[in-house]
C-alpha cells in the first residue's frame, strides 16, 4: 500500500466500523484491528472462494470467484461505499485479489468489462468494483470491453428473486463494434453476486458471439447474514 498523503495529516480517515485511526484506516478506511477481526477468519478458509455451479438452471459462465462473503459486517461496509461515497472502502474489498489471480495464471484472461449499473452516468456513477478492475487491467496487462451496456432502466437490486432473471434477459446487450472477441476468455467484474442472474445473462451474451472461456470476479457473494 502506498504511503499517507500530506493531506492525511490535516484530513484524517478514520475507521468506518469502529471510529479509530491508523494506517489502516487511513488506506482502506478500516483499521487494522477491525480488518484483523473480520476478514482474516475468511482468509484462513482453505478453500478456494468459488461459486459453486447453481444446478436448477443452465449456466453459461465456466467459473465464477468471490472475495468476500457477505455478514453483517460486510454488509455494511458494501452499503457505505455504494450509497454513501467511502470509495476507499473500494480497497478494503479488494483484498485477496493477488490470492485469486494465482488460480487464473495458467489460463489468463484477454479482455475484462466491468458490469454497467446503469444506461447512462447518474448521481451515483461511481462502480464498487471500479478499483479492483483497475487492478487487474494493470495485472493481466489486457484491455477493456466497453461495448457491454446496460439498456434497461430498471434496477435489479429492487427486484424479487424470480423478477431478477427476467429483468437479465433484457436488460444487457452489446453496442455495435467491429472488435474481434472469438476465441478469447473474457473477466466479467461486478460488485455482488446474488442470484447470478446478471453476469450469467452477460456470460449468454459474450459465448453467444463466440468467447472460449467466461470467468466472473465479484466483490461479495450475498448471504451469511
Not at 482502506?28 to 482453505?46: D, E, G, R, W
Not at 460486510?74 to 457505505?80: G, P, V, W
Amino acid at each position: 500500500m502506498r504511503g499517507v498523503s500530506f493531506l492525511s495529516f490535516v484530513f484524517p480517515k478514520f475507521c468506518v466500523a469502529c471510529g479509530s485511526y491508523d494506517y489502516f484506516s487511513e488506506i482502506i478506511a478500516v483499521c487494522k484491528p477491525c480488518t484483523k477481526k473480520h476478514y482474516l477468519p475468511q482468509k484462513q478458509n482453505p478453500e478456494p472462494n468459488q461459486v459453486k455451479h447453481p444446478i436448477d438452471r443452465f449456466v453459461f459462465y465456466d467459473q465464477a470467484f468471490y472475495l468476500q462473503r457477505r455478514g453483517h459486517f460486510e454488509k455494511t461496509l458494501f452499503q457505505a461505499l455504494k450509497f454513501e461515497n467511502e470509495r476507499p472502502l473500494a480497497k478494503y474489498f479488494c483484498l485477496g485479489q493477488r490470492a485469486l489471480a494465482k488460480l487464473l495464471e495458467s489460463d489468463p484472461p484477454d479482455l475484462v468489462t466491468l458490469v454497467p449499473s446503469s444506461p447512462k452516468s447518474g448521481p451515483r456513477p461511481y462502480h464498487s468494483a471500479y478499483a479492483f478492475l483497475t487492478k487487474w487491467k494493470n495485472l493481466w496487462k489486457i484491455r477493456g470491453d466497453t461495448s457491454l451496456r446496460k439498456v434497461s432502466v430498471d434496477k435489479q437490486s429492487s427486484l424479487g428473486f424470480e423478477s431478477r432473471f427476467f429483468h437479465a434477459k433484457k436488460a444487457f446487450g452489446f453496442a455495435k463494434s467491429d472488435r474481434i472477441i472469438a476465441g478469447l476468455h473474457v473477466l466479467i467484474v461486478d460488485d455482488i453476486f446474488t442470484t447470478g442472474a446478471t453476469v450469467n445473462e452477460i456470460a449468454r451474451l459474450y459465448k453467444q458471439a463466440g468467447v472460449r472461456k467466461v470467468t466472473c470476479v465479484v466483490l461479495l457473494l450475498s448471504g451469511g447474514d
